[in-house]
Nanobody
Framework: VQLQASGGGLVQPGGSLRLSCAAS????????IAWFRQAPGEEREWVSC????????YYADSVKGRFTGSRDNAKNTVHLEMNDLKSDDTGVYYC?????????????????????WGKGTQVTVSS
């Protein structure tokens, strides 16, 4: 199983970045992909869940309206388009996968709900 996050970098406030998470080694259609982030000295926090259809994509209030998740099922990849970035968005961004068929269902906005984790990609928002 592999989840590979990429696309991080240094950007000025108000700028944009597009993160990607490429997955392999599990049945793609059975999994929800989530994004979490961890700022220096802070606990990891949930950012977004990206399900298999548009109406199953959710966002933390802190990024709603600025971040947009999408899923390319042909490439087993999800993207997170991040616009109007703020200094508070700085951190290491992780993608993780949660089996959508688990009984009972597990939350995609909690770390304990994840089955697999990728290594993070650093996002730094600074002038």
């Amino acid at each position: 199983v592999q989840l590979q996050a990429s696309g991080g970098g240094l950007v000025q406030p108000g700028g944009s970045l597009r993160l990607s998470c490429a997955a392999s080694g599990f049945t793609w259609d059975d999994y929800v992909i989530a994004w979490f982030r961890q700022a220096p000295g802070e606990e990891r926090e949930w950012v977004s869940c990206i399900g298999s259809s548009y109406d199953t994509t959710y966002y933390a209030d802190s990024v709603k309206g600025r971040f947009t998740g999408s899923r390319d099922n042909a490439k087993n990849t999800v993207h997170l388009e991040m616009n109007d970035l703020k200094s508070d968005d700085t951190g290491v961004y992780y993608c993780a996968a949660s089996n959508n068929l688990s009984k009972p269902p597990r939350p995609c906005n909690k770390e304990y709900g994840m089955d697999y984790w990728g290594k993070g990609t650093q996002v730094t928002v600074s002038s």
